[in-house]
């Protein structure tokens, strides 16, 4: 990461004092919640009309861009930053599927590799055609100026991480736009490990920080586009590790109102760089794409919230 190029939103993010701060964190919150409806809306495109997940998709992509269009599963799970055994779970939906070969080295039973077929190849085109499609339909929310950006970070980010599919020599935008969401994913999720939390967890907090004491669950939920019972196994995962608070509304006995404890407050002050971080180690951008980056995710959230962008 050049931090010379991102030390200005870097430091509005880790200066409590900044006039810029708290939209700061506002604008990570929005640019998370992008992510995850980016990753659920193509979940639910691949899933309904493909029957694949988005690590099946990406394994298929990625043998299809290896030499002989082979790779070894533990090469596959490196790639892909998740563990062997992840990845080899996969894969027996895969050969049922007859979407890829496995075989075993001779020398190491150990060792398997997966080879894409040609059954494979023509569920890469049906995916593709689905999830170009939608992508079509998101990218018409985004102004010339973010779209071109977008394009760049998702070249430099498949680059960055051994990612790139190149048709006709030059590289495919949509796949490439896909990974880098699923890359941010992946980055983010890495750097939260560490601290204890997944990233349901610290966007949650983060939403409590936002709205201020008072807040219900279903406001939570409603604020980061989420189902009610989506946020109901992390709010008490929050409140064991004592980071949230819980009280009875005074107006209505049922309904409990939530807030941050001063552990939750600090640990999202403390967060929201390191967060910061994987939006740029994603793909490298400089100061000014990451604005842009930021903006987009800013305005798509306001469309959201005043008219479905993710239908």
């Given at each position: 990461m050049d931090t010379l190029k991102v030390d200005a939103h870097r430091r509005r993010l880790e200066d409590r004092s900044d006039p810029q701060h708290f939209a700061a964190i506002e604008g990570e919150s929005d640019y998370l919640t992008v992510m995850n409806l980016l990753f659920r809306s193509i979940s639910q495109v691949l899933a309904e009309r493909c029957s694949l997940t988005t690590l099946q998709y990406r394994m298929l992509l990625r043998l299809l861009s290896a030499p002989d269009n082979t790779m070894r599963t533990t090469d596959l799970a490196e790639n892909l930053r998740v563990c062997a055994s992840t990845v080899s779970a996969t894969v027996p939906k895969l050969v049922e599927d007859r979407f890829v070969v496995r075989s075993e080295d001779p020398g190491d039973m150990r060792v398997v590799s997966l080879t894409l077929t040609k059954a494979g190849l023509a569920e890469i085109d049906e995916a593709d055609?689905?999830?170009?499609?939608?992508?079509?339909?998101?990218?018409?929310?985004?102004?010339?100026?973010?779209?071109?950006?977008?394009?760049?970070?998702s070249t430099n980010a498949v680059t960055l991480h051994n990612a790139t599919r190149i048709e006709n020599g030059t590289f495919r935008l949509d796949t490439a736009f896909f990974d880098t969401v699923m890359i941010s994913r992946t980055l983010t999720s890495a750097k939260l490990a560490g601290y204890g939390l997944n990233t349901s967890m610290y966007r949650i907090l983060v939403a409590l920080r936002v709205l201020g004491l008072g807040t219900t669950a279903s406001q939570v939920a409603?604020?980061?586009?989420?189902?009610?019972?989506?946020?109901?196994?992390?709010?008490?995962?929050?409140?064991?590790?004592?980071?949230?608070?819980?009280?009875?509304?005074?107006?209505?006995?049922?309904?409990?109102?939530?807030?941050?404890?001063?552990?939750?407050?600090?640990l999202v002050e403390e967060l929201a760089p390191v967060v910061y971080d994987a939006l740029v180690d994603t793909c490298h951008s400089n100061e000014e794409a990451v604005r842009i980056h930021l903006?987009?995710?800013?305005?798509?959230?306001?469309?959201?919230?005043g008219a479905a962008v993710f239908s």
């Open positions: 055609f689905h999830v170009g499609a939608f992508l079509q339909s998101y990218w018409r929310n985004l102004s010339s100026e973010q779209l071109e950006a977008a394009f760049a970070s409603k604020y980061l586009f989420l189902k009610s019972s989506d946020v109901t196994a992390p709010l008490k995962t929050l409140e064991r590790k004592g980071l949230i608070s819980k009280e009875r509304n005074a107006e209505n006995r049922r309904t409990k109102s939530l807030g941050l404890t001063q552990a939750g407050w600090d903006q987009a995710a800013r305005e798509v959230v306001a469309r959201e919230r």
